[in-house]
């Protein structure tokens, strides 16, 4: 995504990229230049620990079940140390995920989220993925009877 006016600084921006390029580069170290230390991750994910160092592992869970995942920036609006983000996730998946087998299927979900930020890190996030839409797409919505 291009620098724009946006209402956030080029600091904030780019913490704001760096957390998405984090899954995109498959390097979580990258969070270091976009988390707080405390950050906080409205709701953490299953079994995710909290702050910086909980989201870490969730890289490796991703890049694990999805080897091309790729988080595309569509829109970035902010204000006051406020952004609100929507996204694409998009993959194949190809590794567990949420207890699935591997289908092999793409998938391609929205994604919305809310950070507040300081200068330069997000200190809290609230986030909302289209996960129905990826279960639906990987063939495990609606469940199979037994």
């Not at 996730?89 to 994604?111: D, M, N, Q, S, V």
Request: aromatic share 8%; glycine share 10%.
């Amino acid at each position: 995504m291009t620098m724009q006016d946006n209402g956030l600084t080029k600091a904030q921006q780019q913490a704001i990229e760096n957390l998405y390029g984090a899954f995109n580069d498959k390097n979580p170290d990258l969070l270091d230049q976009a988390l707080a230390v405390d950050w906080d991750d409205i709701p953490l994910g299953p079994d995710q620990q909290p702050g910086l160092a909980g989201m870490k592992p969730v890289i490796g869970l991703f890049t694990t079940a999805f080897p091309d995942v790729r988080i595309t920036i569509l829109d970035i609006f902010g204000r006051d140390g406020r952004a609100a983000v929507r996204a694409r996730i998009t993959g194949t998946h190809l590794g567990e995920f949420f207890g699935i087998a591997p289908t092999g299927k793409p998938i391609a979900i929205a994604i919305h989220e809310f950070h507040e930020l300081s200068a330069d890190r997000v200190t809290r996030t609230w986030h909302l993925e289209d996960w129905f839409g990826m279960l639906n797409q990987v063939g495990a919505w609606p469940p199979k009877a037994v």
